[in-house]
């Protein structure tokens, strides 16, 4: 009788198993998240709803609130965020998006497919979404239990959690800035801290100004690089003095790497310090070389601690031609080039990049503020963005 024999499946097969299981826990992982974090934000949105009823009818004061504080705080020692910071926290969490003025405005920006997204993760299963909701209208969750709120609760708020929403209500100033924040917060996967970081820098103002410095080749090649590289940095975390070298500010990037990242963004890969590429018979090095995730290239970064001028780009297309001919692999994108100065003239800028043809972009790393009309067209289309690209 002969023995049993045992078939192993050949290497690829087998990890395409593996990857399977493994996306199968990541699957119901996301899921469990995502159901926490909805049922978070329904109980404080609820809370803070009736808080503020109590506090419009004149029936609670300031001191019924800290009465109410401490009486949760008894009844159960453990849990955490209830405080009376906290509670005026929800109150403002659901005074500010339960207002017409809000509502109307993410209604005009018809979020409703891309709301679907973090509901999708949060359902799971067809039981699941009839234990959170009945059903979705206009952009807005309606709750099934009998203590249903009297105003829907809006679907967009779902996107992100409530730390990041306190941060964002304490931080920002407009609707416009508020959901930029929750769909760059959902986008970045951004932590509280990460994200406070975000709008102190300014992210908003830097990622949606459509008068970027990018080369004409640079749009042909990326058309969505505008939503995904920023033209200006904040780079205060360097401490750097008001005069300061490139040596300074290469090594202040370095050892704040983490936080320099943040401030590109988080499909920037650091590779390497004075990457080597070789041009003729010599070695030339490239600052900062990274790889963007979502763009699938190489990405240069020059520094220089004075103003831009257009011998600098020819510099850089020396070194994309190289990073393109030696170092990119085949099912990669042609490698992008940003070079990094205190501030540049636009119009120099302009006739630069104009005859180059390489995708080239000069960032600065200075503030600069957009008027609040630009912002809300260029919101409007960074929805669109998010919704086409996920």
Known sequence: MGKDITIIPNLTQLEKQFEYVNSLIEQHRSSAIAKVNMEALLTNWEVGQYISQQLKSAHWGAKV????????????PRRKGYGKRNLYNMVSFYETYSSETFLGFIGNLHLDDLVQLPLTQLHGQNEIVQSVTAQSEGGAIVQSTPAQSELPFPAILAITSFTNHIEILNRCKSNEERVFYMLYSYRERLKSRELRRCIVSQTYSTLLDKEKMLSPQLLRDYPRSEYLLKDKAVVDFLGLPAKHNEHQLHK????????????LGKDFLFVDSEYGVQVGGSTKR?????????????????LKAVDFRPEF??????YLE????????????????????????????????SRSLSPTMVAEYQRKLIPQEVMRKSLEEYCSFIKDNQ
């Open 65 to 76: 609130v800290c009465e109410l504080a401490d009486y949760l705080k008894r009844m159960n």
């Open 252 to 263: 202040g990037l370095l050892e704040h790497m983490k936080e320099f990242i943040l401030e």
């Open 313 to 318: 780009v020819g510099k850089m297309d020396m």
């Open 286 to 302: 490239i600052d900062l070389l990274f790889y963007h995730r979502a763009l699938q290239c190489l990405v240069a970064i020059e």
């Open 322 to 353: 190289a990073l393109d001919r030696d170092v990119k692999r085949d099912n990669e994108n042609p490698s992008i080039g940003i070079i990094l100065c205190p501030s540049a003239d636009r119009s120099m800028v302009e006739y630069t990049l």
